[in-house]
């Protein structure tokens, strides 16, 4: 007759099964953060989960160019966000165009092999992010996406708000440097 296993027994299965869930539990957002991660109007940011580093270490490096200074209501602007840091061996972002009042401001369009668009249930408020093709570098130490942002018809103060993470590329949330960037654009007259 065969025995039951030990406690002692069942400790390396569970070990296992708790690495295995624990692995399993970061992977979900190589295909982009959930909505709400870009640090404006009180959002967390990518820190929530990679919190092993200072945020805007000054050994890296977010920007995003192409916001204007003075938006012309229902025109398209391209936009591009570059994260830099040594070590990146995959990077991600979360971008955000809204109102003063919070509100969505225009619309993006985005490579949907690259990048995609999801909208906050609770807010409204649409979020482009990367996808996890989308990670990759594009240089040494570089990540970088192109995408369009069509202003509103609507007149009136924009403020975006960026989160990114220069990643190691060990699909963990240890070792990552998160970034932040925030712009504002009015409208043209």
């Not at 690259?114 to 609770?122: F, N």
């Not at 649409?126 to 509103?152: E, F, I, M, N, Q």
Request: charged share 15%; net charge neutral.
């Amino acid at each position: 007759m065969r025995r039951p296993p030990t406690p002692a027994g069942l400790l390396p299965a569970a070990v296992a099964l708790a690495v295995f869930l624990l692995g399993t539990a970061m992977l979900p957002y190589a295909d982009g953060p959930p909505p709400g991660h870009t640090g404006g109007f009180g959002e967390p940011t990518c820190r929530a989960c990679h919190f092993d580093a200072p945020l805007n270490d000054a050994g890296g490096r977010l920007t995003l160019e192409g916001i204007p200074r003075d938006y012309a209501p229902g025109h398209t602007y391209r936009l591009r966000i570059t994260v830099t840091h040594p070590g990146l061996a995959a990077g991600g972002f979360q971008l955000s165009a809204r109102f003063r009042d919070g509100a969505q401001a225009g619309a993006f369009t985005v490579d949907p092999a690259l990048m995609r668009v999801r909208r906050a249930d609770s807010s409204g408020v649409v979020y482009a992010s990367h996808t996890k093709t989308g990670t990759r570098p594009v240089a040494p130490d570089t990540a970088r996406w192109t995408l369009a942002w069509h202003a509103p018809a609507r007149g009136d103060t924009i403020l975006f708000h960026l989160a990114a993470n220069a990643a190691n590329g060990d699909d963990s949330e240890f070792g990552d440097f998160i970034f932040t960037h925030a712009d504002t654009s009015a409208a043209n007259p």
